[in-house]
């Protein structure tokens, strides 16, 4: 087999229906997904957009398929008939081709904002004075989307206090958003080396690759 079934059943176990698997699949073949469909799982999570349609359209169609790479707006379209929750939104320029491209497609596509709560230069998202002035009035005539709640990636850091802090910060932020925007309900953060942590932290939603398919 090429999925590691025991840390599936492991994880699954640690998570007590508090918060969701998302199996990241991206780079790994069909045949994989298919072994962890049949043990239930049905979140799935990709970062490239022709892996993803690919996928689609040769596996089941009760897969729930999660978008959590960085999207670009052009290619926004040909996801927007299926996918299930877009993770990496990072600009309104973006949710407003979601947004477009849903109504296209008769749709409400859920979405999570991401944040950026890494220390490292490299990683996608909005900072926090970003967030702070995000315009929700005119989000929120955004007929086609729903912004349902974060994502965030920590520092890939062998200092736990580093990247404990950093789900600490997501968590906050959330809070703080929620109190006025009682719509989010999704915290998404936590991948194969951090997820125990994330979950600690107050995730709800859990993003694992390599742990359950092994390493790209
Ligand atoms: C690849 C990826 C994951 C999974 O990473 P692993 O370390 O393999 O568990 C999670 N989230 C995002 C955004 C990714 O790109």
Same mark, same amino acid.
């Given at each position: 087999m090429a999925i590691n079934v025991t840390a599936y059943n492991e994880i699954i176990q640690s998570l007590e229906n508090t918060a969701t698997l998302v #199996?990241?699949?991206? =780079?790994?073949p069909s045949s994989d997904i298919e072994l962890m469909y049949n043990l239930g799982q049905r979140n799935f999570g990709e970062n490239y957009v022709q892996e993803l349609v690919n996928k689609y359209d040769q596996l089941p169609k009760d897969i729930l398929w999660h978008f959590i790479g960085h999207l670009q707006s052009n290619k926004v379209k040909y996801i #927007?008939?299926? @996918? %299930? =929750? !877009?993770?990496?939104?990072?600009?309104l320029k973006l949710l407003q081709e979601i947004n477009k491209q849903a109504i296209k497609n008769n749709r409400v596509i859920p979405c999570l904002l991401q944040v950026h !709560? #890494?220390? *490292? *230069?490299?990683k996608f998202g909005f900072d926090d004075a970003e967030l702070a002035n995000i315009n929700w009035e005119e989000i929120n005539k =955004?007929?086609? @989307?729903? !912004?349902v709640g974060l994502m965030g990636m920590a520092s890939f850091s062998e200092n736990e206090n580093k990247v404990r802090n950093e789900f600490k910060h997501l968590k906050n932020v959330f809070l703080k958003l929620q109190a006025t %925007?009682?719509?989010?309900q999704i915290i998404s953060m936590g991948m194969s080396g951090d997820y125990l942590m994330a979950i600690e932290e107050g995730s709800n939603m859990i993003r694992i690759g390599s742990l359950l398919f092994g390493n790209r």
């Open positions: #199996a990241v699949s991206k =780079l790994k #927007a008939p299926f @996918v %299930h =929750l !877009i993770h990496g939104v990072d600009s !709560i #890494a220390q *490292e *230069e490299t =955004l007929s086609g @989307v729903s !912004i %925007h009682s719509n989010l």
